[in-house]
């Protein structure tokens, strides 16, 4: 099976077991993050329904991205800059399409903290 998911003002065509490398998503290694903007679903030439699916994730790493040199001239001003950017990406690893697997909640501590305030 396989969707096209939107994260980061890009799309992306994954499949359960794809590795993807996309716009930085907070979150540590390890942890499972839910892509619930899928476009478009199906299996061969099948489509499925989109309604309620998500793509279920799990971060390998926060990396960044080669070095880009961004330089600027005007020419007969002696006017010159040189700058360098890095952007930051995720690598996710893709677990399940649907329903299936179920993301962990990375807000689990403000759910513990709720009792003893809720006390106090």
Known sequence: MFA???TGGKQYRVAAGDKIVVEK???DAGSTVSLDDVLLAGEGADLKDVKG?????EIIAQAKGEK???FKKRRRHNYRRRNGHR???TILKILS???EAKAKKAPAKAKAE???AAEA
């Open 53 to 57: 699916l998500s793509v279920s994730a």
């Open 68 to 70: 880009v040199i961004v």
């Open 25 to 27: 998503i907070a979150g």
């Open 114 to 116: 709720a009792p003893a």
């Open 87 to 89: 952007q930051q990406h």
């Open 4 to 6: 096209i998911v939107r």
């Open 97 to 99: 399409i649907g329903g």
